[in-house]
């Protein structure tokens, strides 16, 4: 667990700038908008960071990549039924947090890659989650959390909701993102609203349509196309270079 200094500033600028807004943002976004509307704008992600790794240079702007994140994108608005009348609740506040969402989450994925090339995924989760731990005690004291009375049910739910929604998936994405460039990894990301459809039909009895089914069609397509070989660098991302 022992780490440079430098490396410590870096994973906790990548947790209070990368894990702790990005879950803050989305729920601020749904509480302002839906959750259509949250996540197409939280979903843009895989367009961010591929701008980013074209900017860098670290990436070259292949037809291959660009069509698979377009085609992502396109294949979640379709599964949450974002052309539907309804669907869309535009609120500003509600965007920004959204697009501010989307930010972190790229900046997380781009900042997380090149560090785990030096370090466990174990460690990496263990400083990003302490310092964005750190960040809210900050922000919000627990002294303000418990005036809140919550429920002995409520408190159970959310712990098991904080291991099963929050640490769960960063520990199995971290372990991904060891073996994928962003962009690859955020683009298979895109499966996780393709995901909730799925398991509401199943689980819930909810509806299929058969837009949705094409949209999860476009997702896995998408998901297939980055994945294939093609003529690229293998060169690591740079972590956070900006601060460096």
Partial sequence: MRISWGDFGRLSLLGILGVAPSNYFYYLAIQRTNVATAIVVQYTAPVWVLLYAIMRGQQKPTPQRIGAVALAVMGIALVIQIFSRGQLKLDKIGLCAALLAALSFAFYN??????????????????????????????????????????????????????????????????????????????????????????????LGETLRAVQTIGIIMVLVAIVVVQSPGRQSNAPVQALELIE
Avoid at 138 to 151: D, E, I, Q
């Fill in 110 to 203: 781009v900042g997380g890659h090149g560090i785990l090339a030096r370090h466990s995924r174990w460690t990496v989760l263990l400083y990003t989650t302490l310092s964005a731990s750190l960040f809210w005690i900050l922000v919000n004291p627990p002294a303000k959390v418990l005036s809140a009375n919550y429920s002995g049910a409520q408190w159970l739910f959310l712990f098991v909701f904080s291991l099963l929604s929050v640490l769960g998936p960063f520990s199995f994405y971290f372990a991904g993102l060891q073996h994928l460039e962003p962009t690859r990894a955020i683009v298979v990301s895109c499966l996780e609203p393709v995901f909730s459809i799925v398991i509401a039909a199943i689980v």
